[in-house]
């Protein structure tokens, strides 16, 4: 494991009451004693850089933990873009995974769990040496952050990951700041009311939940008996519909409204050369639920809308001429395919990529509204406080330099709630911790399409939230917004997520101060005319147009009547000079407020100005709880 540099350390753990408990470390001992609940902590002094050590756990038994190190410990939480491992198709991810040679690097990753009360223990495989047989399941934006951190300052890197794809940020705060919130109190006040029916309720919805998936496989066409199913390689699908894929199936003309179970099928010519080598399948991502079968073998499964599939044939299965690949969909509500970006939807073989993008065959197998009524959870992953008391709350009070955050995504239809959320989480872990650790965050990358014209969108006004919680201190954000895909929620370039958090560290965490980790944020406006002049903090080297014509592109002003147009604009010095023609008296101003924008403003050191606004008009958020 990595323990934290340079900072008191706290090891505890549990003993019969009155048992007598040493912990030896570096040349010495320290004594503990278990409380009523059997807890015991020592505190063990602050401890330069360096290692391997030995720590030896004497009570009625005895427990020896080797190879520690001792350097920078971060914790990487939030949803899926911080889960997203490197094996799921990230930039270069092969190269990547081979490369990733550094035995000083230390991950730890907290198996997802739910918990009404807060857990003193959490789930996990322990600690695990990065190697390029370890750092594929692991998460990319914490490794590349951890790397960076590594080879910059010479030191062990310790990677705590805790993160839950699709999940909002109120599930990773606790009660007692949910409590201190009205939109989450009555919530809060509810659970620790009637906490024991809950728990009663919840072990219900599982044993209810079981039975109803259960009947998918009872009532689905695609296994009509007699040991057939439409995964056999010699099942004729000639007569079945065609999708090009990847896409999502609810769309008019193709399965509208539908949820319940879609099988798949593709017919892949292979070359002799081909044939007896393993196999790898790209199946992009799928929406929700997939068993996968090639020749008529299953060859993997996996639930979850957001993780990318991927799945090794062996080579007895890969022949010459005709194979099948067979996918059974499972789509529990909304959406629902094989879905993502086309070049990964791909077979891999005797090292040449086949492209699966196109035509499939497909047919319906169940109808999900066929079904009785799908039990409804009373809580789950998503509730108030259920993350924070599973996955974050065991793992305090273990000390660490600082957190990295990359989440919202969950919480853009509530941005304005945001505002006070996301600053409260922050505090809240801070608080528990004991100090006041540096907490850095990536602002969300650009996704779906924007519409012809200036409007108001929910994403643009969660990134403003995020902008503001840089009023705490000691806190630093990542901007991503022009390394996003408009197709995919998961943008794959987690290499610069990575870089620019740790740019952000070694500002805000270790005090270079010569260090340019922000693109350009805006300062200030003045009016002349019909024109606005707009000036920009965090410059660096000076402010850059990427552009080879030098033109501005992204701004948008209104007039007092809150109508915005788009803007014409050009670099003037350090300073945006922006007009409008129809605008002829501007009184605020837009810069990349949309969805996914084409903004190319930057520093020259190579960071993307921060999105935002000089208005404060109401947005389409405020009213949401």
Same mark, same amino acid.
């Given at each position: 494991?990595?323990?934290?540099?340079? !900072?008191?350390?706290?090891?505890?753990?549990? *003993?019969?009451?009155?048992? %007598?408990?040493?912990?030896?470390?570096?040349? %010495?001992?320290?004594?503990?004693?278990?409380?009523?609940?059997?807890?015991?902590?020592?505190?063990?002094?602050?401890?330069? *850089?360096?290692?391997?050590?030995?720590?030896?756990?004497?009570?009625?038994?005895?427990? !020896? @933990?080797?190879?520690?190190?001792?350097?920078?410990?971060?914790?990487?939480?939030?949803?899926?873009?911080?889960?997203?491992?490197?094996?799921?198709?990230?930039?270069?991810?092969?190269?990547?995974?081979?490369?990733?040679?550094?035995?000083?690097?230390?991950?730890?990753?907290?198996?997802? #769990?739910?918990?009404?009360?807060?857990?003193?223990?959490?789930?996990?495989?322990?600690?695990?040496?990065?190697?390029?047989?370890?750092?594929?399941?692991?998460?990319?934006?914490?490794?590349?952050?951890?790397?960076?951190?590594?080879?910059?300052?010479?030191?062990?890197?310790?990677?705590?990951?805790?993160?839950?794809?699709?999940?909002?940020?109120?599930?990773?705060?606790? #009660?007692?700041? /949910?409590?201190?919130?009205?939109?989450?109190?009555?919530?809060?006040?509810?659970?620790?009311?009637?906490? =024991?029916?809950?728990?009663?309720?919840?072990?219900?919805?599982?044993? $209810?939940?079981?039975?109803?998936?259960?009947?998918?496989?009872?009532?689905?066409?695609?296994?009509?008996?007699?040991?057939?199913?439409?995964?056999? =390689?010699?099942?004729?699908?000639?007569?079945?519909?065609? &999708?090009?894929?990847?896409?999502?199936?609810?769309?008019?003309?193709?399965?509208?409204?539908?949820?319940?179970?879609?099988?798949?099928?593709?017919?892949?010519?292979?070359?002799?050369?081909?044939?007896?080598?393993?196999?790898?399948?790209?199946?992009?991502?799928?929406?929700?639920?997939?068993?996968?079968?090639?020749?008529?073998?299953?060859?993997?499964?996996?639930?979850?809308?957001?993780?990318? +599939?991927?799945?090794?044939?062996?080579?007895?299965?890969?022949?010459?001429? +005709?194979?099948? @690949? !067979?996918?059974?969909?499972?789509?529990?509500?909304?959406?629902?395919?094989?879905?993502?970006?086309?070049?990964?939807?791909?077979?891999?073989?005797?090292?040449?990529?086949?492209?699966?993008?196109?035509?499939?065959?497909?047919?319906?197998?169940?109808?999900?509204?066929?079904?009785?009524?799908?039990?409804?959870?009373?809580?789950?992953?998503?509730?108030?406080?259920?993350?924070?008391? *599973?996955?974050?709350?065991?793992?305090?009070?273990?000390?660490?330099?600082?957190?990295?955050?990359?989440?919202?995504?969950?919480?853009?239809?509530?941005?304005?709630?945001? +505002?006070?959320?996301?600053?409260?989480?922050?505090?809240?872990?801070?608080?528990?911790?004991?100090?006041?650790?540096?907490?850095?965050?990536?602002?969300?990358?650009?996704?779906?399409?924007?519409?012809?014209?200036?409007?108001?969108?929910?994403? *643009?006004?969660?990134?403003?939230?995020?902008?503001?919680?840089?009023?705490?201190?000691?806190?630093? &954000?990542?901007?991503?917004?022009?390394?996003?895909?408009?197709?995919?929620?998961?943008?794959?370039?987690?290499?610069?997520?990575?870089?620019?958090?740790?740019?952000?560290?070694?500002?805000?965490?270790?005090?270079? $101060?010569?260090?340019?980790?922000?693109?350009?944020?805006?300062?200030?406006?003045?009016?002349?005319?019909?024109?606005? +002049?707009?000036?920009?903090?965090?410059?660096?080297?000076?402010?850059? @147009?990427?552009?080879?014509?030098?033109?501005?592109?992204?701004?948008?002003?209104?007039?007092?009547?809150?109508?915005?147009?788009?803007?014409?604009?050009?670099?003037?010095?350090?300073? @945006?000079?922006?007009?409008?023609?129809?605008?002829?008296?501007?009184?605020?101003?837009?810069?990349?407020?949309?969805?996914?924008?084409?903004?190319?403003?930057?520093?020259?050191?190579? /960071?993307?100005?921060?999105?935002?606004?000089?208005?404060?008009?109401?947005?389409?958020?405020?009213?949401?709880?």
């Amino acid at each position: 494991m990595v323990l934290q540099r340079d !900072t008191r350390l706290p090891i505890w753990g549990w *003993a019969d009451q009155g048992e %007598k408990v040493t912990v030896a470390f570096r040349g %010495k001992t320290y004594t503990a004693k278990p409380g009523t609940d059997g807890k015991w902590m020592v505190t063990l002094p602050s401890t330069p *850089a360096g290692g391997p050590y030995e720590m030896t756990i004497k009570g009625k038994n005895v427990l !020896t @933990i080797r190879d520690i190190l001792v350097g920078e410990v971060w914790l990487g939480s939030g949803q899926s873009n911080m889960e997203w491992n490197l094996s799921w198709t990230v930039n270069n991810y092969k190269q990547e995974i081979a490369q990733a040679n550094f035995p000083q690097i230390r991950l730890f990753n907290v198996k997802d #769990a739910t918990s009404l009360t807060p857990r003193q223990e959490m789930e996990s495989d322990g600690w695990k040496l990065c190697s390029p047989e370890t750092i594929g399941s692991f998460s990319a934006v914490a490794y590349f952050f951890g790397r960076d951190l590594h080879q910059q300052y010479q030191v062990p890197v310790g990677l705590i990951t805790s993160d839950w794809g699709g999940t909002p940020a109120e599930a990773w705060t606790s #009660a007692a700041t /949910l409590k201190s919130l009205p939109d989450f109190r009555s919530y809060v006040e509810n659970v620790e009311k009637n906490g =024991a029916n809950l728990e009663k309720d919840f072990r219900e919805y599982k044993e $209810q939940m079981a039975a109803w998936q259960k009947q998918y496989g009872t009532q689905d066409r695609g296994y009509p008996g007699n040991g057939k199913t439409w995964a056999d =390689a010699d099942f004729d699908a000639s007569s079945w519909p065609l &999708m090009k894929l990847p896409a999502l199936w609810e769309q008019p003309n193709i399965l509208p409204d539908f949820d319940g179970v879609v099988w798949f099928r593709k017919v892949v010519t292979l070359t002799e050369a081909d044939a007896g080598k393993p196999l790898t399948l790209n199946l992009a991502q799928i929406d929700d639920a997939d068993t996968t079968w090639f020749n008529g073998e299953k060859v993997g499964s996996t639930n979850g809308y957001s993780i990318s +599939r991927k799945y090794t044939v062996p080579g007895n299965l890969v022949k010459a001429g +005709r194979n099948v @690949i !067979t996918v059974r969909v499972v789509d529990m509500g909304s959406g629902g395919g094989i879905y993502g970006n086309a070049k990964e939807l791909s077979a891999e073989v005797g090292g040449k990529t086949i492209s699966l993008a196109g035509d499939w065959s497909y047919q319906t197998a169940f109808d999900i509204r066929t079904m009785p009524k799908r039990p409804a959870a009373s809580f789950d992953q998503n509730s108030p406080m259920a993350l924070f008391n *599973a996955m974050i709350a065991p793992l305090i009070p273990y000390a660490i330099k600082g957190a990295i955050w990359y989440q919202g995504e969950s919480n853009a239809g509530r941005a304005y709630q945001y +505002r006070s959320l996301f600053p409260a989480m922050i505090s809240d872990w801070r608080q528990r911790w004991g100090y006041d650790f540096p907490f850095l965050f990536v602002q969300l990358a650009g996704y779906m399409k924007d519409k012809d014209e200036p409007a108001d969108y929910e994403w *643009a006004e969660l990134r403003e939230a995020q902008t503001q919680t840089l009023s705490l201190p000691n806190t630093g &954000m990542a901007v991503s917004i022009d390394i996003g895909d408009p197709s995919d929620i998961h943008p794959r370039n987690k290499q610069d997520v990575g870089k620019r958090l740790a740019l952000a560290a070694r500002k805000v965490a270790y005090g270079e $101060q010569q260090v340019t980790y922000a693109g350009p944020t805006f300062e200030s406006m003045t009016v002349d005319g019909s024109r606005v +002049r707009i000036q920009f903090k965090n410059l660096g080297s000076g402010l850059w @147009i990427k552009d080879k014509y030098g033109y501005v592109k992204g701004f948008a002003v209104a007039g007092s009547d809150k109508k915005f147009t788009w803007a014409k604009a050009y670099q003037d010095g350090n300073e @945006i000079v922006i007009y409008s023609e129809p605008t002829t008296t501007p009184v605020a101003v837009r810069y990349n407020w949309s969805n996914s924008p084409d903004g190319n403003i930057y520093n020259r050191e190579g /960071l993307p100005a921060v999105p935002f606004r000089t208005d404060n008009w109401p947005g389409i958020t405020e009213d949401k709880k």
